[in-house]
């Protein structure tokens, strides 16, 4: 998952290397949206902590001085309504934030090619000459049921599709 401050502090530098990928902007635009949204609103419920804090400390001194608090206790009860409601719209906030922040890919190197198929990768180096077999080559899967090591059938059983035990030489070590 990508970090918020790399997508807030290299904004264009890292939307034109998502781009690079050729498959759309992965919802950064949003991101950044959700992002100043949530700073905005934890900014504001800072300040009126910091007011309802200093507001806290002025009840018990009228208090002392026999004045009327009422209006003053309205006022703080509605503070912490405020306060609440705005720490649920953060909550909201960073669960959508987070599920698009998922959803990103890493950004690749600024060297890579950009190409749309394997044809288009660039070959950098080669070493060796590939092996040619005069027979057929076979999977993994096939070659460890041909030498009855794997059994696919009693992992499905046990553990679901994609699976495989491990059974006679296959399973020794």
Do not use: C
């Amino acid at each position: 998952m990508l970090d918020i401050r790399k997508i807030r502090e290299q904004y264009e530098e890292v939307k034109k290397l998502l781009e690079m990928r050729g498959k759309g902007d992965y919802g950064l635009p949003r991101v950044a949206e959700l992002d100043r949204d949530r700073r905005d609103i934890l900014v504001k419920v800072e300040k009126m902590k910091n007011d309802q804090k200093l507001t806290s400390k002025k009840i018990p001194e009228m208090k002392k001085k026999g004045e009327d608090t009422t209006e003053l206790m309205n006022e703080m009860k509605q503070l912490s309504e405020d306060i609440k409601s705005l720490d649920q719209q953060v909550s909201v906030i960073e669960v959508e934030l987070h599920e698009i922040l998922m959803g990103i890919p890493n950004t690749p190197n600024p060297e890579t090619p950009i190409g749309n198929t394997d044809e288009d990768n660039l070959e950098i180096r080669k070493w060796g000459e590939p092996t040619a077999f005069d027979h057929e080559i076979k999977a993994h899967w096939d070659l460890g049921s041909d030498l009855d090591i794997l059994d696919f059938e009693r992992a499905t059983k046990i553990a679901g599709a994609r699976f495989t035990v491990y059974k006679g030489l296959g399973a020794k070590t």
